[in-house]
């Protein structure tokens, strides 16, 4: 599958997609084999064999009135005793898929690099329901690609203009309390009596932007995944770039004591950031810069070589011989790290490297592996004198 969003979205060409992404609904039926290896992953076949695969907590949805009125909808459960449940009607659905099945890696960062969005922000979750299983009508905050792999399942599906743009997903007949703190208005009650009916069957496809109202019971023993985008929102990203702006100065790091703070400080502090804000707004073109989401956990940074001499190789003695990384630095003296064969690849390309590159740069080098891998031993290299960073990107806007 060279274009997984290719796969994903015919008869549409991808730039026709992204057009409307990722605020429009989409549904395709087509044959399953045009997902290729998607549809050959065997735990994503097979309910029993992901459930011996899975080290994860999975969510047992089991949507009776009791489970609603005890609060048990969606329980968290070990994934082998979730079977039981499975079984007598439960659907069960898996979270970050890829932390335990490897070939979903590869998918999703092609995914990732077609949409245009970091590396991670895609996430798998399977959903597996015997005949009769059931969620209750919600709306999620993330966007996703819903894919059925097996059986069949209806979905039900409206746009919901009570909650716009919400910050956390909402199962209708249950507290709502967090989103109370941005929402005073009505929540949904139900699905309308217009939604619409579709019917998934293997290599269907749809799309549901987020905060859509959607509800699903399966018809046929049911296996499908789905590829959840997860963004932050303008406002997390403005408060997250505004805070370090007014940290920059020491007047906004001293401590708030509550009570024996002064109004005429509190009216100086605000006149202040008021003039941060002008001056931000002044560059936007640098502040949609810092904007960007990192690619990598913690700050965007750029990277280059260090002084360190570096030497990757096998340890040959012992009944596991392994792989390390000799990190020989001029001031910090000899590092030895012990790397799995699958990093070995990118321990080399890192430590080959003249010209500085940057988080995007390293990624392209790290297709298949997971993000948290790739982040250690990143560290693990500026720890060792291998690699020196700085941040990527912030301007300096507050003097």
Known sequence: MDSVLAALVPPLQSDSFLKSFPDQFFVHHGPLGRLGELADIPELGDVRALVRAFNDPVSVWYPDDEALEQRTYGKLLRAPDTIDYYERGALLQFNKVERWVSALEPVLRTLERELGIPSGAATCSLFASTVGGRVLPHFDTDPAFSVQLRGSKRWWVAPQTQVEQPLHNFVCGTPASLIGAYHDGPLP??????????????????????????????????????????????????????????????????????????????????????????????????????LEPPLLPGPRRRYRRGEAAVDVRSRASGADPGWHVAVTDPRRGRTEIEVPPELVPLCRWIAAQRAPFEDRDLLANAAGLQRLDVQAIVEAFLESGALESNAAGAPALVA
Do not use: C, K, N
């Not at 699903?216 to 929102?233: G, I, P």
């Open 189 to 290: 009650e139900g699905m309308p009596a217009d939604a619409q009916e579709i019917e998934m069957r293997p290599g269907s496809v749809l799309f549901l932007p987020r905060g859509t109202l959607h509800a699903t019971r399966s018809h046929a023993d049911s296996l499908a995944v789905t590829f959840d985008l997860q963004f932050s929102s303008y406002a997390q990203g403005l408060a997250q770039l505004l805070s370090a702006e007014l940290h920059r100065s020491p007047r906004f790091r001293r401590p708030l004591l509550g009570q024996r703070a002064r109004a005429e400080d509190l009216d100086s502090l605000l006149a202040d950031a008021r003039r941060v804000i002008d001056r931000l707004a002044r560059d936007p073109a640098a502040i949609l810069e810092v």
